[in-house]
């Protein structure tokens, strides 16, 4: 059998649906290594390359999936077939086939082993998310012990990577989401305060504690932003990671230089491959322990690619969703 499904879309713009295909199953370069998918994570970012924004335009019809995790379909020099390997980086599912298939053909140097400890699932989806937590609180915002953190848009794949992360490193965690149903999950994760937008006003709850905020890290701008930038502490850094809200905020530059405050961009592609390896060691070493959780909040398979993507957009998920063929 030489043929494999995959999700593809045929067209780039909204109109473009996620459609399941029989292709020709990869054939591995050299460098490469031919890996059985078994999960694939759901990501923001499949949304902006399906709706043609992200600068690389991919070829058509294009299959989407950034991340996965699978098995080893043949040994390489150093795998051994039927190894459980996670793939992170190379830039497969932008300018590459990726992992919305059956099977990915990936360069070696961005795969690694799954860890005993991790399920498939799990593997797939912590990657990205928790790697932009951990390096945008830590090297963009300087994150420190009593800081007060405002997450913004906790419940996502980010977000709820980023609760857990500044909670452990001694922040005072507060996090926002857009319905109640989330309220209690952002505590079982140690947020200290949760403001629920769909009632309540993200300024009066700030100000409501008596207290301001040093960091803010922004998954969702829109006309959330502005409101986060009335309620700084002086010297504040507010790291603009995502826009899943919108991508135009009115900024009022009074809130910013009052207070020396600043805000700050993070892009996880521009980060130094040693960096991003540190920051991996240290997840995976806070998952081992049990400081540290990936959520999984749903799974689809292949064939129900556009419901899960319907279900990513409908703002109803905390945590991951997977793809499973
Ligand atoms: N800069 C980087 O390197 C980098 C890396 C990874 C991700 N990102 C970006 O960061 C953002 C978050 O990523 P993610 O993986 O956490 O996404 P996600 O899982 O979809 O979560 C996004 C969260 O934003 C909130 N939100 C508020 N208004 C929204 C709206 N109008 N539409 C959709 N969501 C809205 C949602 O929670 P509520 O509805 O409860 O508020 C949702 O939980 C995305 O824009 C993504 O592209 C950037």
């Known amino acids: 059998m030489n043929t494999m499904k995959a999700v ?8 473009s649906r996620f459609i399941l295909n029989d292709v020709p199953i990869p054939r591995p370069t050299v460098d490469q290594v031919l890996i059985k ?53 190379g830039g497969l599912g932008i300018f590459a086939p990726g992992t919305f298939a059956q099977y990915v053909a990936v360069d070696r140097r961005f795969v690694r082993l799954i860890p005993d400890f991790m399920g498939f699932d799990e593997a797939a989806a912590f990657g990205l998310v928790s790697l932009t937590a951990w ?25 709820h990577m980023a609760i857990q992360l500044a909670r452990n490193w001694g922040a005072h965690v507060i996090a926002t989401f857009s319905h109640p149903a989330k309220v209690e999950k952002a505590f ?26 040093d960091i803010v890290l922004d998954m969702v701008g829109g006309d959330l932003l502005p409101k986060a930038l009335i309620v700084l502490n ?13 991508a135009i905020s ?19 592609f521009m980060v130094e491959p040693g960096r ?8 995976l070493a806070d998952i081992q322990e049990g400081r540290l959780k990936v959520l999984i ?7 129900e690619a556009q419901e899960a993507f319907q279900y990513l957009l409908s703002r109803k998920a905390f945590g991951k969703i997977v793809l499973r063929p």
């Open 188 to 213: 079982g994760l140690g947020a200290h305060q949760v403001i629920d937008l769909s009632k309540q006003d993200l300024v009066e709850e700030v100000h409501k504690t008596g207290h301001g905020i």
């Open 37 to 89: 998918v078994e999960a694939a994570a759901l990501n923001p970012l499949d949304n902006i390359i399906r709706l043609g924004h992200f600068p690389i335009p991919a070829k058509l019809p294009h299959t989407l999936g950034t991340e996965g995790a699978g098995i080893v379909a043949e040994a390489s020099e150093d795998l051994k077939k039927k190894e459980r390997v996670f793939i992170s980086g």
């Open 250 to 268: 009115p900024v009022n530059v009074v809130d910013l230089l009052r207070l020396s405050a600043e805000i700050r961009g993070f892009n996880i």
């Open 276 to 283: 991003l390896q540190e920051a991996l060691g240290s997840i």
């Open 297 to 303: 909040d749903k799974g689809f398979p292949f064939s």
């Open 135 to 159: 390096l945008a609180l830590r090297d963009r915002a300087g994150l420190k012990e009593g800081d007060r953190a405002l997450i913004l848009g906790g419940g996502g794949g980010v977000g």
């Open 8 to 15: 593809q879309i045929n067209s780039f713009g909204p109109e």
């Open 234 to 246: 002086p010297r504040a850094r507010v790291i603009s990671v995502g826009y899943s809200g919108g």
